[in-house]
Every structure is written in C-alpha cells, then in structure tokens.
C-alpha cells in the first residue's frame, strides 16, 4: 500500500541525517528529525536523572517533540524541486510501473504530479501525528484478520460480520493510549471485506499494535 510505505519512509526518516557527513538543503526534515529525536532522548535524561521540583523539566520533552513536528507537518517538504522529495517520487512511480506502464510524456508528468501531493499529504499526517500526546500508533489489519467493528470501517451488513474476514485494509487504524490505558481512536482502519477463507487460508487472530 503506498500510505504504508511513506510512512515506513517517514519511521526512517532520520536515517538520511544519521548516515550523512555533510549538511544538504535536501536533507533538512531528516536532520531536524534526527536531532530532535537526540534532544528528547537527552531531556528525558534530565529529568530522569538530575534532582529538581520544578514543573518545566518532566514536560520538556514533549513540548519540543510538540512543536517540532507541528512545523514539519506545516512545512515540512514544501519547496519546489525539493532533491529528496524528487527521489522519492521517481522511487515510488518506478514500483508503481512495474504493474502498469506507462508510456504517454504528459500522463508520466501528471503521475509524478500526483505522486509528490501524496507523498507529501502523507509526510505531513506522520508529523502531525507525532506531534499528538501520547503518539498515536498505527495499525495495519493483515487479510483474514477478524472484523472488529470498533476499530475498522467497511460495507457489511451487522448480521453478517461473523461471516467475513479482512481482504484488505487501504488506511490504518490510528489509535492512542494514555497512561491509564484510556484509548482514543483518531482514525479507524478502513477495510475491504470477503468472505471467511478456509483450507490453505489460514485466519489471522487478533491485532497487534507497532510505533511510529
């Protein structure tokens, strides 16, 4: 699914900045990223391990976290031209052209076109969403996993839930959990049903959940 690879693009991110010996304009989410991911880590030491009453350090972490993500997701990626950008884009239409060629110039510029706007809208609700708290994790439903009416949305009809399974889910579930093991469902996973497999088909019990 191509939401799922920007994200795990998105999981990466910081990868591009750690494995760089120079600084480029291309790379500037990645190293903003990486090093905010150094300072949280090194603000919770803080907190951890040095002695004070004050309120402002506990807290600290997760306001940088806050507010640096809430700038990528507002300007994150967004310059014409952008080299890292332009990468991905030429990555992500070389995988999609190996289902379907296409050979028309203008349709390969409007594919590029359209395939920069979702890479893009797709960066941006990763940072937006690491700017929540707590950090929502994401959940992709695999095929055959049970119905579960609270997390996904579907067609099917209430009589019939038992007697359907996953197919396929083309947006996540995207779920938060406080301290108190409160949960709060910011997006359900949108699915596509069939009927129960059998045989070979092997049904996929339950969920599991995995961090951003």
């Known amino acids: ?23 480029s304009d291309g790379r500037l989410e990645s190293y903003i990223v990486y090093y905010t991911q150094k300072l949280v880590k090194f603000t919770n030491l803080l907190a951890k391990n040095r002695e004070g009453k004050d309120s402002i350090t506990n807290v600290t972490p997760i306001k940088i976290r ?7 997701g507002s300007r994150g990626f967004a310059k014409s031209n952008h080299s890292y950008m332009k990468k991905l884009v030429n990555d992500l239409v070389s995988k999609m052209e190996k289902y379907r060629e296409v050979v028309d110039e ?5 594919l590029h076109s359209e395939a920069e706007k979702i890479i893009r809208t797709g960066m941006q609700l990763w940072f937006c969403l690491k700017a929540q708290e707590p950090v929502p994790k994401i959940h992709w439903f695999k ?31 995207i779920i938060a959990q406080n301290d108190t093991q409160d949960s709060q469902v910011f997006n359900k996973a949108q699915v596509f049903i069939r009927p129960k497999q059998t045989g070979k088909f092997q049904k996929i019990k339950g969920y599991s959940f995995s961090l951003f």
């Open 1 to 23: 699914m191509i939401l799922e690879a920007i994200f795990n693009i998105a999981d990466n991110l910081y990868r591009s900045a750690e494995n760089s010996e120079t600084f």
């Open 66 to 72: 806050q507010q640096v993500y809430a700038a990528l």
């Open 106 to 110: 203008e349709k390969k510029k409007t």
């Open 143 to 173: 095929s055959g996993a049970h119905i579960e009416t609270h997390l996904m949305v579907g067609s099917w009809e209430s009589e019939n839930i038992k007697e359907n399974e996953v197919d396929f889910a083309f947006f996540p579930l």
